[in-house]
């Protein structure tokens, strides 16, 4: 399974991005797939995962960004929507064959990152 994340870039605060994870094969329908994201200096945290039909959300990013998914195209998506400042960080996308988890341990799979950089 390989996994490649784009769409990362330096918006304003309020703006919106949508991040892409690009999947080798069939992952994004068989997997569970989520996003994490990592800020200078700081560990790899959990962002939104996708396992089925259910998402689940960190409390920081809920209402404000929304995962979803294109069983033809096989990518997942990130919607940012309203970005902040504290939003800045690499994201990394990531993939398991279980049900939605948090824990970076979880996800056997990884994409190489994208960068977002939110200006205030």
């Known amino acids: 399974v390989q996994l490649q994340a784009s769409g990362g870039g330096l918006v304003q605060a309020g703006d919106s991005l949508r991040l892409s994870c690009a999947a080798s094969?069939?992952?994004?329908?068989?997997?569970?797939v989520a996003w994490f994201r990592q800020a200078p200096g700081k560990e790899r945290e959990f962002v939104a995962a996708?396992?089925?039909?259910?998402?689940v959300y960190a409390d920081s990013v809920k209402g404000r960004f929304t995962i979803s998914r294109s069983n033809v195209k096989n990518t997942a998506y990130l919607q940012m929507d309203s970005l902040k400042p504290e939003d800045t960080a690499v994201y990394f996308c990531?993939?398991?064959?279980?049900?939605?988890?948090?824990?970076?341990?979880?996800?056997?799979?990884w994409g190489q990152g994208t960068e977002v950089t939110v200006s205030s």
């Open positions: 990531g993939a398991q064959l279980f049900g939605a988890e948090v824990r970076v341990p979880a996800y056997g799979y």
């Open positions: 094969s069939r992952t994004v329908s068989s997997y569970t």
């Open positions: 996708m396992s089925g039909s259910s998402t």
